[in-house]
């Protein structure tokens, strides 16, 4: 039970907000994305005039917010810095040089943020590869993953659940938010014991199929509320 957070570079302050939800599952894994092409020179001449180059800003911006969120949560993560432009670099015959930066700075952030969980190994890719590169991705999410629920059993009613809303998400005319009522009527949970749906909308909320709102509104349709959430900012 996981939930997947991007944190990309728009970690500024005011965003918070709108993300909150997103990492506030009690299982984790969040990837901290930066631009690799050129980190060695960018390291240089921020060390240069004396300051803070922009990948380094946006991985300790994110990864300070990880850690104060997780802490004040109780929850359990894992984090993985991801650097893209892989293919960039490799053209500019640099890449050498910034997958040493990137694992010198990846060591720095872990040292620094330690309740992050940062892993020791960063992932280096070209986004635009959707073979190579979302596959090496994606092993290191469920790589993540595994480490967070150490073997942990999952009954079949959880896998039915999540299996039913792999489905509603999909379906255009479902609704986007439902009450706790509307939510137990479900077929899915209709059937289910009290604290069978108890757990079954605590397993959903843990691996992010659902977002529950201060008001008690369930949001059931995460990607349709993030995509919401980002035109009001």
């Known amino acids: 039970m996981h939930d997947v957070a991007f944190c990309g570079n728009a970690g500024d302050a005011q965003l918070a907000p709108a993300v909150q939800f997103f990492v506030s599952a009690e299982n984790s894994v969040f990837l901290v994305v930066i631009n690799g092409a050129g980190l060695h020179q960018d390291f240089e001449q921020a060390a240069t005039s004396g300051n ?11 990864l300070s917010y990880v850690s104060d969120q997780v802490f004040s949560r109780h929850q359990s993560c894992r984090s993985i810095l991801v650097a893209t432009h892989r293919d960039t670099a490799e053209k500019n015959k640099t890449f050498d040089q910034d997958s040493k930066r990137l694992a010198e700075l990846c060591l720095e952030l872990q ?3 330690p309740a992050a969980k940062l892993r020791t190994e960063p992932v280096f890719i070209n986004a635009l590869d959707r073979k190579e590169g979302r596959s090496t991705l994606w092993s290191r999410v469920l790589g993540g993953a595994a480490w967070l629920l150490k073997g942990q059993m ?8 999540s299996d039913f809303m792999e489905q509603y998400t999909s379906i255009s005319s479902t609704a986007q938010w439902c009450s706790y009522e509307e939510f137990v009527a479900l077929p899915m949970v209709k059937d289910l014991t009290r604290d069978q749906r108890s757990s079954a909308f605590a397993s959903l ?29």
């Open 111 to 113: 040292a620094a943020y």
């Open 205 to 233: 909320r843990k691996m992010g199929y659902v977002i529950l709102l201060p008001n008690g509104t369930i949001i059931m349709k995460p990607k349709w509320f993030a995509a919401a959430a980002s035109l009001t900012l």
């Open 52 to 62: 803070t180059c922009e990948a380094e800003k946006v991985a300790r911006s994110w």
């Open 154 to 161: 999952v009954p079949k009613f959880i896998n039915t659940c």
